[in-house]
Nanobody, 126 residues
Framework: QVQLVESGGGLVQAGGSLRLSCAAS????????MGWFRQAPGKEREFVAG???????YYADSVKGRFTISRDNAKNTVYLQMNSLKPEDTAVYYC????????????????????WGQGTQVTVSS
């Protein structure tokens, strides 16, 4: 089992940047596929970015070219660097983890993940 704690959210102007962090407990972090999701008020939780245990990355079309996901297995942490932020990026951002034996497993649906953080608010002002 793994526990996830997000940090790094806040208020930023449009065009600005933020870096989110997600710290995971446990000693098998490198065996987890990790993802970032977001949920805006009144909307469904949606996939933002993912990174496989083999370090391959993949993104939602809405953030491709602006957001970068990365992981540091030595620190049990996954990051989401968000650049060129837009007001429509405003949401609560959640970190998610799914243990896998396959280095190329790339989950992108909410039900694919068993473990979730509590979320961190990101607000982008226009």
């Amino acid at each position: 089992q793994v526990q996830l704690v997000e940090s790094g959210g806040g208020l930023v102007q449009a065009g600005g940047s933020l870096r989110l962090s997600c710290a995971a407990s446990g000693r098998t972090f490198s065996s987890y596929a990790m993802g970032w999701f977001r949920q805006a008020p009144g909307k469904e939780r949606e996939f933002v970015a993912g990174i496989t245990s083999g370090r391959s990355t993949y993104y939602a079309d809405s953030v491709k070219g602006r957001f970068t996901i990365s992981r540091d297995n030595a620190k049990n942490t996954v990051y989401l660097q968000m650049n060129s932020l837009k007001p429509e990026d405003t949401a609560v951002y959640y970190c998610a983890a799914e243990r896998t034996s396959y280095s190329n497993y790339a989950p992108k649906f909410r039900n694919d993940y068993d473990y979730w953080g509590q979320g961190t608010q990101v607000t982008v002002s226009s």
